[in-house]
């Protein structure tokens, strides 16, 4: 019997993303048609977005509690997030709620190190490319990491805010987006690029990105099926 998953969500599509991977790729453990049993508790990304803006990290970790809890109470057995920015506050989560959450970056570190990466570029929002997330997670195993300049950080994060999240890619935007991974590879000698926020595989694809990319959202779907169907991420 598989272990019913909580998603903790925070922007729409990054979480959709996540869902429909978890319904659409457990059958290979599963059988045709089949899934665990999934259930998603989403506060208005608005509040979760005023307080990224304000750097309360704290009052972040009590809204994730929160949700986590309210996941918990209905059945859920352990959470993820699919949102890579706020596990800045996972310090502040840890421990305070009655069921264990899977780390994103942890596993984005992990399939690093299984694909033998050496360099990683992060691509995320602002808060997640100057903020320790990665840094913490990558430096555990060894592996470097490097962020774009300061200009395309910014470029990033508001492709991210005023684009993503609402489900919009432009060509513009795409184009942009595969200069920076390319600079990454020439300047900064990076083997491959997380995709660090997770509505970025909307518009990195393939085609866009000059490197091999590690998809933050579906990495931790797939990690959430495995712990749910074999009691391990691994």
């Keep these: 019997m598989a272990d019913h998953i909580g998603i903790v969500a925070c922007s729409a599509p990054g979480a959709a993303l996540c869902y429909e991977t978890i319904c659409s790729e457990s059958q290979n453990l599963l059988g045709p048609h089949e899934h665990p049993e999934i259930s998603m508790h989403a506060f208005s990304f608005g509040r979760h977005v005023r307080l990224l803006e304000a750097g309360d ?27 890579n920015t706020v596990h800045q506050a996972m310090e502040y989560v840890v421990g305070e709620t009655p069921i264990e959450w ?30 320790p997330v990665y840094a913490e997670k990558l430096g555990q195993l060894g592996i470097e990491w490097r962020i774009p300049s300061a200009a395309d950080r910014a470029t990033i994060h508001a492709i991210i805010f005023d684009e993503l999240v609402f489900n919009r890619v432009t060509p513009k935007s795409q184009d942009e987006l595969g200069r920076i991974i390319a600079k990454l590879e020439r300047d900064e000698a990076c083997d491959a690029v997380v995709l660090g926020c997770t509505e970025l595989p909307l518009a990195v694809t393939g085609k866009i990105s000059s490197l091999p990319t590690l998809d933050s959202t579906r990495l931790l779907a797939r990690a959430a099926i495995r712990r749910s169907v074999t009691g391990s991420a691994e």
């Design 57 to 83: 990290w704290p009052a972040m970790g009590k809204l994730l509690v929160e949700s986590a809890g309210k996941l918990a109470s209905i059945g859920a057995k352990f959470a993820i997030c699919p949102d």
């Design 102 to 131: 899977l780390h994103i970056a942890q596993v984005v570190a992990a399939e690093a190190r299984r694909t033998g990466a050496r360099r990683l570029g992060i691509l995320g929002t602002r808060y997640l490319m100057e903020g």
